[in-house]
């Protein structure tokens, strides 16, 4: 079923990328209802909501109605979710000390949907006693803030109060419109990226992984409502929101960041493409270029997911295997020698579905059957393969 989000739009110039949260919640097949109140229409004309939304843009509380229906009810009723972007320091005062009196104030006292406000204001105003005192007060009746982030703002100065990113905002209300919330109270563990092998103060050694796939799996967990930890690898994707995130480098990093939680873990998911070898003799001086040939001796590195194997006792451990031949001769022989539950299995020579595409194409495998799935997107994949391991749970 189609869900709902009503978006309220408050005055202040990030207005504009008010614009930008409904386009992405429309790809995303949201149905969007949007109310403005008269001072956004001075930034941005209604007629650009009304055009990407597709529906009626409500500005007048007292206009006459397209339908026998009291608007700001109706609208309150349907909200699945009521994001309040950009919410300036009047529309949180307003709520926040009980005032009505315009159509979106109206609506968000009506409604009894999750209510999220992304502020955007000057820093002075965001940092005022009564403001704070006010977002305080709010927090404590249930609703929720997505905080502003700092930076140069429209006035000219720097600090607190800079309207978060839509791609962030967004984020963060399909977590909330998301219906299966299997994994409430159940704490999830990912690893995601490469890791590197340093030879010297400037060079290291490392692989292909963009993390794509790890933090996909970390979302799909924190959006079935987990307690998420993502130990990542280097990488360049942005840190997601409402997971505990955990920057490591090296394979011995990583494997200590596991190991500390492995004991609480419901659920270890080990997704990133360690390093198997590393220098044997790490150059605390840059290695000078000489005239003839470098060898670098390699040695094995510590095997983190065979390490895990042998300590599970109640923890789901699901292992991948990214194999160019021999794909599920490999990842079957993988899977029993670690004493796993699971792994996923993919082809890194696939030219549509390899290192840093955002589709992949794997083969799920666990002790007792063989799961195919074709080409999909990676966070299709992740939610596909929560599904397999909760059916048997």
């Known amino acids: ?11 202040g110039i990030a207005v504009y990328k008010a614009l930008e949260i409904v386009s992405l ?40 109605p397209k339908a026998f229906e009291i608007q700001h009810i109706s609208l309150a009723e349907k909200a699945d979710v009521f ?5 300036t320091a009047s529309i949180i005062g307003k709520v926040a000390n009980g005032i009505a ?9 009506a409604t009894k949907a999750k209510v999220i406000f992304a502020p955007a204001m000057n820093t002075n105003m965001y940092e005022n006693p009564i403001v704070q005192d006010n977002i305080k007060k709010l927090k404590s009746f249930g609703y929720e803030f997505i905080n502003p982030i700092e930076g140069r703002l429209a006035c000219g100065t720097t600090g607190a109060g800079k309207f978060e990113s839509p791609e962030v905002i967004v984020d963060r209300v399909l977590m909330e419109l998301y219906e299966k919330k299997d994994l409430l109270n159940k704490n999830v563990i990912i690893t995601a990226g490469p890791t590197i092998a340093s030879i010297d103060p400037v060079r290291f050694i490392t692989n292909r992984s963009t993390g794509k796939m790890g933090y996909a799996i970390a979302k799909e967990a924190r959006n079935r409502g987990a307690n998420v930890t993502l130990i990542s690898g280097p990488t360049a994707l942005d840190v997601p929101k409402n997971i505990n995130v955990i920057k490591v480098s090296t394979n011995e990093e990583m494997k200590n960041e596991v190991i500390k939680r492995f004991d609480n873990a419901d659920i270890v998911i080990k997704a990133a493409a360690v390093a198997d070898y590393k220098p044997k003799n790490y150059s605390t001086q840059k290695i000078k270029k000489g005239e003839g040939e470098l060898s670098i001796e390699f040695i094995r590195d510590n095997d983190i997911l065979m390490e895990l194997g042998n300590r599970k006792e109640k923890q789901i451990l699901v292992g991948f295997a990214a194999e160019s031949q021999n794909l599920k001769e490999n990842a079957r022989l993988k899977l029993q020698r670690k004493n796993l539950d699971y792994i996923v299995a993919n082809d890194i020579t696939a030219a549509d579905t390899g290192f840093a595409s955002e589709d992949n194409k794997v083969i799920i495998l666990s002790n007792n059957e063989e799961i195919h799935l074709d080409k999909m997107s990676k966070e299709k994949i992740a939610s596909n393969l929560f599904d397999i391991i909760l059916e048997k749970r």
């Open 1 to 11: 079923m189609k869900k709902n989000v009503v978006l309220g739009v408050s005055g």
């Open 25 to 64: 919640l429309i790809k995303k097949e949201v149905n969007i209802d949007v109310i403005m109140t008269k001072s956004a229409t001075e930034f941005v004309t209604p007629l650009s909501f009304q055009s990407l939304s597709q529906n009626m843009v409500i500005c007048d509380m007292f206009a006459e």
């Open 83 to 87: 994001l309040v972007a950009p919410a």
């Open 101 to 109: 009196d315009d159509m979106l104030s109206t609506t968000i006292m």
